[in-house]
């Protein structure tokens, strides 16, 4: 069964939780082949860490905080769920909620914060969506569904039983076999063209009853694995209305092979796709801004045009920085920007006074409503965007420089 991944609306719902005394993110990469499960121990020194930061008064709250995390992680065995684990624990309360998915995250990391650090969840949200995966072959289809990380075959389709009168039939004999031993070249070309004709017909078929499919469960992409001149034919079945995206992941004849074998490298393909996408969109934003054609680029332009409903798609940072603009108009990195507060990331991440006042000013008792604060935060962008009903997606690796070089966020408009 694939892991269960949260709605947009469960994440909506997270950003609404505003406990007494803050909550506690937390998110694990589980090693289960590693002895000695360091992995566990750099949870441990980041608890510590956190704890020794806080006031006095917060630490004993934290304390007990920090053993109900823990005994999630059991010393020598593994947490319940996939590798990657999230989680979201109340400071002095009772409530905790967990998430995991078999793509768990680059770093193990704690945060500390007035309302959950959602981008740890919101970046496995956006990587482990759904997408269909067709593997195809001449005479088969199988269609699959990949959701974080976990792949179910979900139908196939053979030529055969789609269409009986398109099962082809060996030319009939020739009346002399005295005078002719075999099929004419013209018969054999004729069966040729029919054959391929009947797996044009069977592809493009096909594709059309995938992009059914694909639609009832909500998904918006079709990833196909199989020859590039089989995939183009099930792709012109699947419709020209936008709806769907087609993309070829392996060009190589994989109907054979089972799910197992194909999970991982369905997974790694969907990596490699995501991060090409990932800068395939950063580069738009950033190439329409400077034409001042429908995009945005920061966070206090995209906040107003947030404000207005014109954001269409929301291009942020998972790491949640918001560089803040010098006199000279170029960009320098904010003190404690970091939408997640992570213990044990580079230091100039970590949260400060600074982001403690950003959060009272956005959220706190005097915090405007239906207006755009002064230093919206990543978090404040992403509530906005969940409103308007924008596409999210966060940015990491090389788009997410990208994307902080230009404050750390940017976003496509509608209008």
């Known amino acids: 069964m694939a892991p269960h991944l949260p709605s947009r609306q469960d994440v909506a719902r997270l950003l609404s939780w505003s406990p ?24 441990r020194g980041h608890l510590r860490e956190l704890i020794a ?16 995390i823990l005994a999630r992680f059991p ?87 789609l269409a009986g009168d398109w099962r082809e039939r060996k030319a009939m004999r020739p009346p002399d076999p005295a005078r002719e031993q075999g099929v004419s070249s013209s018969g054999r070309d004729r069966y040729d063209q029919r054959l391929e004709h009947n797996r044009k017909l069977f592809l493009v078929e096909v594709g059309r009853l995938i992009g059914a499919r694909a639609r009832a469960l909500g998904v918006r992409e079709v990833l196909a694995l199989g020859p590039r001149e089989l995939t183009a034919e099930l792709e012109h079945g699947l ?58 680029l920061g966070p206090e332009p995209i906040a107003h045009a947030l404000v207005e409903g014109r954001v269409e798609h929301l291009l942020i940072d998972r790491s949640g920085a918001m560089p803040a603009a010098r006199g000279d108009g170029t960009l320098a990195a904010a003190a404690g920007s970091s939408a997640g507060a992570p213990a044990g990331s580079s230091p100039e991440r970590r949260p400060g006074a600074d982001e403690a ?11 405007p409503r239906g207006g755009v604060p002064a230093r919206p935060s990543a978090e404040w962008l992403i509530e906005r965007a969940l409103e308007t009903s924008a596409t999210i997606t966060t940015l990491g690796g090389e788009a997410a420089e990208r994307a902080r070089a230009v404050g750390g966020v940017a976003a496509l408009l509608r209008y």
């Open 239 to 296: 419709g020209s209305d936008g709806s769907l995206h087609a993309e070829e992941l392996d060009h190589r004849d994989l109907i054979s092979a089972s799910l197992a074998e194909l999970e991982g490298r369905v997974t790694e393909l969907v990596r490699e796709r995501s991060e090409r996408r990932q800068l395939e969109l950063i580069a738009t934003a950033i190439d329409r801004a400077g034409a001042d054609l429908r995009a945005a």
């Open 20 to 43: 007494e005394h803050g909550v506690v993110t937390v998110w694990v990469r589980v090693e289960p082949g590693e002895r000695g499960q360091p992995w566990r121990q750099e949870l």
């Open 357 to 367: 006042s950003a959060y009272l000013e956005q959220w706190g008792p005097g915090a």
């Open 53 to 68: 930061a806080a006031e006095r008064p917060q630490r004993a709250l934290l304390e007990r905080t920090a053993k109900r």
């Open 75 to 161: 010393e020598g065995g593994n947490p319940p769920g996939e590798r990657g684990q999230i989680g979201f624990v109340e400071v002095g309360g009772e409530r905790e909620e967990w998430h995991s998915t078999r793509m768990p995250p680059p770093e193990t990391g704690v945060a500390l914060r007035p309302r959950p650090a959602i981008m740890p969840l919101l970046a496995a949200l956006d990587e482990g969506r759904a997408r269909a995966i067709a593997i195809v072959s001449g005479e088969r289809v199988r269609l699959a569904l990949w959701q974080a990380g976990a792949l179910e075959e979900v139908e196939a389709f053979e030529l055969e039983t």
